[in-house]
């Protein structure tokens, strides 16, 4: 398929565990459309999550071939998937990952910065306010509630418009109204910037919101 931004072609990840290997997941095949939302579904300890570290390159497979954008992953050291990451990607995780000693305005504007943008700290304000904390810019990440806290990821994570947002259970540590606010925003970004968008949620009024739902069961797709 010519469109395919992520192509999954029987990928495999095996742990190491005490015991033994541990297969996590189990032959995964798998086609995301440009400007498709896919939702990842399943019970906690899935695969969901391995699924799409595998997707952004930050867990690498033990099996099979990860494409994305047209790049293989397997060709890319970790170095290469990095600037990868940067250059196409943008990540939001359960956990807000904030650099507690910047403030939202800086960790918005550092990974701009890292990548050369002349323009890191005006586009940094203007994705903060487009998630609505333009008069928060100022505050450390101890001074956010949770929810404003995600919100400053997630402007981190589209402020380098990425082709590609990853978000592993964005609205994991909220509660449902903010969690609902988030996700808002999550699609607000989606369009505003057509990205691709990966959700994984075990919420399945998210899922809903997805234009296709995939449900992951001990390692293989349901």
């Known amino acids: 398929m010519g469109s395919s931004v992520l192509s999954l ?17 189990k032959g995964i095949s798998l086609n995301v459309e440009k400007g498709e939302t896919l939702g990842l579904t399943g019970p906690s300890g899935s695969g969901k999550s391995s699924l799409l570290m595998l997707m952004g390159g930050l867990e690498s497979s033990t099996g099979g071939n990860i494409s ?7 060709n ?9 990451r940067r250059n196409h990607m943008g990540i939001v995780f359960q956990s807000f990952h904030l650099i507690p000693t910047m403030t939202a305005l800086e960790n918005v504007a ?11 700290f005006a586009k940094a304000a203007a994705e903060l306010e487009a998630v609505g904390l333009r008069d928060r810019t100022d505050h ?76 992951l069961h001990d390692g293989v797709l349901a």
């Open 9 to 25: 072609e029987n990928v495999q990840l095996t742990l190491q565990g005490n015991a033994g290997p541990v297969p996590i997941l």
């Open 68 to 74: 994305v954008l047209g790049q293989d992953f397997g």
């Open 76 to 84: 890319l050291n970790e170095d290469a998937l990095a600037r990868f």
């Open 110 to 120: 550092t990974p701009l910065e890292l990548a050369g943008d002349a323009e890191a």
């Open 140 to 215: 450390y990440p101890s001074q956010l509630s949770g929810g404003e806290q995600q919100r400053v990821a997630l402007a981190r994570a589209a402020a380098p418009r990425p082709d590609i947002l990853l978000a592993d259970e964005p609205t994991g540590n909220l509660d449902s109204k903010t969690g609902e606010s988030i996700m808002d925003l999550l699609f607000n970004l989606r369009d505003r910037h057509g990205a691709t968008l990966v959700l994984v949620t075990h919420a399945p009024e998210l899922a809903a919101r997805c234009d296709r739902i995939i449900e």
